[in-house]
């Protein structure tokens, strides 16, 4: 009990950083907000996403992802559920798959952060696709690694897309690779890819 209050007493003095441009102020800036809220733009692959110019969208992404910060997880949640309209815009009946996460990833952070932000969208459950073999991290790989490593790399259970419209969400897209495999496994499964998303896009000279 004692310790609680004094950790909350610390908190209350040690200095706060915003999550995406790190400059000392709340947990999550008024213009880090403010950049949530830009309109989802179509990449050159055909992905919907927020345009992230500054990087601070992907910094307070990886602050949620990595750090738990959860300040950021109610404005990064409402601009993934708008990108994610967007893929779907004019298409009825579609269901959304998410990316799905490696084991390893989710046992390191203890949960799945693409879901964690969908909230607002109805997205399939998890068990609706899978990772079906070893694959690294896609950070740090060329445009032609990051293919090889997801290539024939995910699996979706029939039940959920066979013959339905399907909508593909992850957080980043960067070459659109992930998305590619998954689209792949959808079709095997008899469904159809009609528009994919993600939360932002990173150009792909800033892949590293
Ligand atoms: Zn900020």
Known sequence: MWS?????VLDA??????????????????????????????TEDGIWAIPDP?????AALRAFKDHARFAVRGPLGSAWC?????????????VV?????????LARRGFDPVRALSRGVP???AAAAWVSRPMRDQRGL??????????????????????RSVILADDVAT????????????????????GMAALISVHRSQTR
């Open 13 to 42: 003095f040690l200095p706060t950083r915003c999550a995406g441009c790190g400059l000392p102020s709340s947990p999550f800036c008024a213009g880090c907000r403010s950049e949530c809220e830009a309109p989802p733009e179509c």
């Open 175 to 194: 070459t659109g690779s992930t998305l590619g495999a998954l689209a792949s496994a959808v079709s095997e499964a008899g469904g159809r890819t009609v």
């Open 142 to 163: 060329s445009a032609a690694q990051r293919q090889r490593n997801v290539r024939g790399g995910f699996s979706v259970d029939p039940v959920w897309v066979s013959g």
């Open 123 to 125: 997205v399939l459950p």
């Open 54 to 58: 500054e990087e601070h969208l992907r």
């Open 82 to 94: 708008r990108a994610a309209r967007a893929a779907g815009a004019g298409v009825s009946d579609a």
């Open 97 to 105: 798959l998410l990316v799905p996460s490696r084991t390893s990833s």
């Open 4 to 8: 609680v209050s004094a950790g909350r």
